[in-house]
């Protein structure tokens, strides 16, 4: 007894083991990526003495923005829900304070086509000057960020990078294929063109960047006609800006922005942790950590740890999902893939299942995220990773089980068959009843012959308290 609950503590202790590796490695990263995600930019040096003046010149100069405030936002990573509503809020906080205008600071490998979309309409709408700026060098506005960059009411990059590559791909990265390609494309072309014939800029090369996937540097952007200048810095970029015409709806506003405050704007905590698991590998990792989580707190009710971590988990992927472009079948297939393998872990299937159930949540995790207007996808890596994981600890709880079903049973009157057991007191025969010491128990016994005291005797049958023995001969004994 002591040694099969000491089996089943050890088997807890391991099972809490394996999902805390996993919730380790979760958290780790989490937090690097959400580490990554939060930026703060270098806000401007102060105007330097001298440079102040009376109002009267501030309005005679049209490049005079000292004692102007300028709000600084950045985008670093992918696109995405949070990053728009980033935008969104951003907007509209600088229009309630009043400030001269806004910059957008931007490096991104691009995202989801409808988050551009929404980006793109709150840009062109924006009541007051968006500057969109690629930056730092390096970077690069690629696919979705070549809607962004020129959507903007100026568009400006640093030195060293670079814009395009916008033609739609699928999640792994590869082309699309039959009259969806053509859908897709189509719809790219015509965004892409909308906005630069709104922007006033090259209209040919906006159709190239998605049709052809071409991709240029900054100076092939400025003599192209595809940005409006080159800057080393958010302060150059507003300097350089001072005294340009950009258009407000139907009006049109010259730029004063030279020597301006520039304030970062952070994103709140609800965008910082959106931004993080509404990208596609952590939304996964939590999802596998959420499902393994509940496992073992089904299987040994009352750890918590498990359970409410599990739920926890869960329950931040099923909000990532709601963000992401998921794919229905997909989640279907790992939801069976699951069903499956936990089905080989207890039903003699001799593998059939746990095959089924690997063959499933692979497909599954391919098709998660398998929509042609996004580029987001689970890395192969992480789902191979998973799926050998899962496999492995089914194969071995599988196996833990057979040899448990296979082993004689210890416990209960059907432990003591075949038992040896020792007379303590003298079976007279027939219905007449001794006592036989056995499992460290002291029984009442029967037997067919008389049977003396101090005789070994083998258990044969279990009668509510009475066993049946038979006498061992000197050989057995």
């Known amino acids: 007894m002591r040694r099969t609950r000491r089996s089943a503590r050890r088997r807890t202790r391991a099972r809490t083991g394996v999902l805390a590796f996993h919730l380790g490695l979760i958290a780790l990263g989490a937090v690097s990526a959400l580490a990554s995600s939060v930026v703060t930019p270098a806000a401007s040096p102060e105007p330097e003495a001298g440079t102040e003046r009376s109002a009267s010149d501030a309005a005679a100069s049209d490049n005079s923005g000292a004692g102007k405030t300028v709000h600084l936002i950045v985008f670093d990573g992918v696109i995405n829900p949070a990053t728009a509503n980033y935008l969104r809020e951003s907007i509209a906080t600088a229009q309630r304070e009043g400030v001269a205008a806004l910059v957008l600071q931007m490096d991104t490998p691009g995202g989801l086509l409808d988050s551009t979309k929404e980006i793109v309409k709150d840009l062109l709408g924006a009541p007051l000057p968006v500057l969109v700026y690629v930056a730092p060098s390096?970077?690069?506005?690629?696919?979705?960020?070549?809607?962004?960059?020129?959507?903007?009411?100026?568009?400006?990059?640093?030195?060293?990078?670079?814009?395009?590559?916008?033609?739609?791909?699928?999640?792994?990265?590869?082309?699309?294929?039959?009259?969806?390609?053509?859908?897709v494309e189509n719809s790219a072309v015509s965004l892409s063109r909308s906005i630069a014939q709104e922007r006033g800029?090259?209209?040919?090369?906006?159709?190239?960047?998605?049709?052809?996937?071409?991709?240029?540097?900054?100076?092939?952007?400025?003599?192209?006609?595809?940005?409006?200048?080159?800057?080393s810095s958010v302060d150059d970029l507003l300097r350089q800006a001072s005294g340009r015409t950009v258009r407000l709806g139907q009006a049109e506003v010259k730029l004063a922005l030279g020597g301006a405050?520039?304030?970062?704007?952070?994103?709140?905590?609800?965008?910082?942790?959106?931004?993080?698991?509404?990208?596609?590998?952590?939304?996964?990792?939590?999802?596998?950590?959420?499902?393994l989580g509940?496992?073992?707190?089904?299987?040994?009710?009352?750890?918590?740890?498990?359970?409410?971590?599990?739920?926890?988990?869960?329950?931040?992927?099923?909000?990532?999902?709601q963000v992401l472009p998921i794919n229905y079948g997909g989640i279907a297939l790992i939801l069976l893939g699951m069903a499956l393998l936990v089905g080989e872990m207890f039903l003699p299937s001799f593998g059939i299942l746990g095959i089924g159930g690997m063959v499933s949540f692979v497909l599954g995790s391919l098709f998660l995220f398998d929509t042609p207007e996004s580029s987001l996808a689970v890395d192969v890596?992480?789902?191979?990773?998973?799926?050998?994981?899962?496999?492995?600890?089914?194969?071995?709880?599988?196996?833990?089980?057979?040899?448990?079903?296979?082993?004689?049973?210890?416990?209960?009157?059907?432990?003591?068959?075949?038992?040896?057991?020792?007379?303590?007191?003298?079976?007279?025969?027939?219905?007449?009843r001794g006592k036989v010491f056995v499992h460290g128990e002291l029984?009442?016994?029967?037997?067919?012959?008389p049977v003396e005291t101090g005789s070994a005797v083998r258990v044969t049958a279990i009668d509510g308290m009475d066993l049946t023995v038979t006498a061992l001969s000197e050989k057995e004994s």
Not at 160 to 177: C, F, L, R
Not at 221 to 227: K, P
């Open 294 to 321: 509940l496992y073992v707190e089904f299987s040994n009710p009352g750890l918590l740890f498990p359970g409410i971590a599990g739920g926890i988990s869960l329950l931040l992927a099923l909000t990532a999902f």
């Open 381 to 432: 890596e992480i789902i191979y990773a998973a799926a050998a994981t899962l496999g492995v600890f089914a194969l071995l709880v599988g196996y833990l089980v057979v040899r448990a079903h296979r082993r004689p049973t210890s416990l209960g009157g059907e432990g003591m068959i075949n038992m040896q057991a020792e007379v303590r007191q003298r079976i007279p025969g027939g219905r007449q």
């Open 201 to 231: 800029r090259n209209v040919d090369w906006a159709e190239k960047a998605v049709r052809e996937s071409v991709s240029i540097t900054e100076l092939e952007a400025l003599e192209l006609g595809v940005i409006d200048l080159i800057a």
């Open 138 to 183: 390096g970077g690069g506005a690629i696919s979705a960020g070549v809607f962004i960059t020129m959507a903007g009411s100026i568009a400006a990059m640093a030195p060293g990078t670079n814009i395009g590559a916008a033609h739609p791909v699928g999640p792994q990265g590869e082309d699309i294929g039959g009259d969806m390609r053509e859908k």
């Open 443 to 449: 029984w009442n016994a029967v037997a067919a012959e």
């Open 261 to 291: 405050e520039v304030v970062p704007q952070e994103m709140r905590l609800k965008h910082k942790i959106l931004n993080v698991i509404a990208h596609p590998n952590v939304a996964y990792l939590l999802m596998m950590a959420g499902f």
